[in-house]
């Protein structure tokens, strides 16, 4: 007995004189959890419309979320316009989770072209449900993760599209209809679905919706902060600037769009910045400024940023310039009078600097066929 109780003592000694060692650990843990890096989300279009996606195009370690684009709507329903080709390319899609298992295949509905059928799509209750019935069977079927509305716009016009001013309301009823059939798949597969959507990036289209309201049913909201034309201003100017520039009258830039949308109530961590892959070209008047604020005469073609970057900045007669207000760069030729408004990396890495600092989900790119060598992507997954 008189032995049993020293071994006690010893191991109880023992104990105590590891406690110390214990918390340090503990509190180690916990300062290693407080400083691990967040994990933003880095949404990225592929445009299956197109056709059969390269299959050499997509780095799925660079992704957190591909958007398939696009499925349109017919007769009320979500539809697949070219059956054949769009399941060839969800089996792609869907193949790029052995390398990176956490990648999530949405379908993004709509887009530019394909808004025009929104508004009768999701007009009464009836309506509604079947859409969001058909838009989730597209997911079931083939064992995707989510649906992204990309509506160019409710309660306005886009590409000539129907549009009425009970789209305000039946936009948020949509989410939630949407949502409800998203739960149902996910109680199904065991696995998380996706509702996201894609905005514009400008205070009119918060007039026409209820995005403090939407943003309940959603689990991300993603600016297209991009195709600022201001075509009624007849001006060239920056088409995805991050902030305002102090050149001309600024209507929309990226940071207002943020504040706007979180002033409407959703929440910065569902908010997610667009960045352009491509640019925006136009021939001016003027040489002020090299050509930003100046009239503009018409529009030109400008191209994807792998293109620009290879071959237009700094070359064929383009000079390079940033706007340091707008955080925004330009290439101007003063010889053929060409101005292009476009992102690259120093933009890029003050728009990622821009969502860790006021606590974004990360950012979204329109699309990745733009910029082939992944110049921007790559500045993307460096910077978050």
Same mark, same amino acid.
């Given at each position: 007995?008189?032995?049993?109780?020293?071994?006690?003592?010893?191991?109880?000694?023992?104990?105590?004189?590891?406690?110390?060692?214990?918390?340090?650990?503990?509190?180690?843990?916990?300062?290693?959890?407080?400083?691990?890096?967040?994990?933003?989300?880095?949404?990225?279009?592929?445009?299956?419309?197109?056709?059969?996606?390269?299959?050499?195009?997509?780095?799925?370690?660079?992704?957190?979320?591909?958007?398939?684009?696009?499925?349109?709507?017919?007769?009320?329903?979500?539809?697949?316009?070219?059956?054949?080709?769009?399941?060839?390319?969800?089996?792609?899609?869907?193949?790029?989770?052995?390398?990176?298992?956490?990648?999530?295949?949405?379908?993004?509905?709509?887009?530019?072209?394909?808004?025009? #059928?929104?508004? $009768? =799509?999701?007009?009464?209750?009836? &309506?509604? %449900? *079947?859409?969001?019935?058909? /838009?989730?069977?597209? !997911?079931?079927?083939?064992?995707?993760?989510?649906?992204?509305?990309?509506?160019?716009?409710?309660?306005?016009?886009?590409?000539?599209?129907?549009?009425?001013?009970?789209?305000?309301?039946?936009?948020?009823?949509?989410?939630?209809?949407?949502?409800?059939?998203?739960?149902?798949?996910?109680?199904?597969?065991?696995?998380?679905?996706?509702?996201?959507?894609?905005?514009?990036?400008?205070?009119?289209?918060?007039?026409?919706?209820?995005?403090?309201?939407?943003?309940?049913?959603?689990?991300?909201?993603?600016?297209?902060?991009?195709?600022?034309?201001?075509?009624?201003?007849?001006?060239?100017?920056?088409?995805?600037?991050?902030?305002?520039?102090?050149?001309?009258? #600024?209507?929309? $830039? =990226?940071?207002?769009?943020?504040? &706007?949308? %979180? *002033?409407?109530?959703?929440? /910065?961590?569902?908010? !997610?910045?667009?960045?352009?892959?491509?640019?925006?070209?136009?021939?001016?008047?003027?040489?002020?400024?090299?050509?930003?604020?100046?009239?503009?005469?018409?529009?030109?073609?400008?191209?994807?940023?792998?293109?620009?970057?290879?071959?237009?900045?700094?070359?064929?007669?383009?000079?390079?310039?940033?706007?340091?207000?707008?955080?925004?760069?330009?290439?101007?030729?003063?010889?053929?009078?060409?101005?292009?408004?476009?992102?690259?990396?120093?933009?890029?890495?003050?728009?990622?600097?821009?969502?860790?600092?006021?606590?974004?989900?990360?950012?979204?790119?329109?699309?990745?066929?733009?910029?082939?060598?992944?110049?921007?992507?790559?500045?993307i997954n460096k910077d978050l």
């Amino acid at each position: 007995m008189l032995q049993f109780k020293k071994l006690r003592a010893t191991a109880i000694a023992g104990l105590i004189a590891c406690i110390p060692f214990m918390m340090a650990a503990t509190i180690g843990s916990h300062k290693a959890d407080k400083y691990k890096k967040k994990k933003y989300v880095i949404i990225g279009y592929v445009g299956g419309y197109h056709g059969l996606i390269d299959t050499s195009l997509v780095d799925p370690s660079k992704l957190t979320h591909i958007n398939y684009a696009f499925v349109n709507i017919k007769n009320n329903r979500a539809w697949l316009q070219t059956p054949k080709t769009d399941t060839a390319n969800f089996r792609y899609l869907n193949s790029l989770k052995k390398k990176n298992p956490d990648l999530k295949i949405l379908i993004s509905i709509g887009g530019w072209g394909w808004s025009g #059928n929104f508004s $009768d =799509a999701v007009l009464t209750d009836t &309506a509604r %449900e *079947a859409f969001a019935a058909s /838009a989730v069977d597209i !997911v079931r079927k083939y064992d995707l993760d989510g649906v992204d509305i990309d509506w160019e716009y409710p309660n306005d016009i886009g590409a000539g599209n129907v549009f009425r001013k009970e789209d305000k309301q039946n936009y948020t009823l949509m989410f939630e209809a949407l949502r409800r059939d998203l739960n149902t798949v996910q109680k199904e597969k065991g696995r998380k679905m996706f509702l996201t959507t894609a905005v514009g990036g400008f205070k009119r289209f918060l007039k026409n919706t209820e995005m403090g309201k939407v943003a309940r049913s959603l689990d991300y909201v993603s600016l297209m902060s991009y195709d600022y034309f201001q075509d009624s201003l007849g001006i060239a100017v920056h088409h995805t600037n991050l902030y305002a520039s102090k050149k001309y009258f #600024n209507r929309d $830039d =990226a940071d207002q769009a943020v504040h &706007a949308f %979180e *002033a409407e109530g959703v929440p /910065a961590n569902k908010l !997610v910045m667009g960045v352009a892959f491509y640019g925006r070209s136009a021939r001016v008047t003027d040489s002020t400024n090299h050509g930003l604020g100046m009239k503009r005469t018409d529009r030109m073609p400008a191209g994807g940023y792998t293109y620009i970057k290879d071959s237009l900045t700094n070359r064929n007669g383009f000079k390079y310039y940033r706007d340091e207000d707008a955080k925004a760069p330009i290439l101007f030729n003063p010889n053929t009078m060409q101005f292009i408004s476009y992102d690259d990396e120093w933009s890029v890495k003050n728009k990622c600097d821009y969502v860790k600092k006021y606590g974004l989900a990360g950012v979204m790119f329109w699309e990745y066929i733009e910029d082939r060598k992944e110049y921007l992507l790559k500045e993307i997954n460096k910077d978050l």
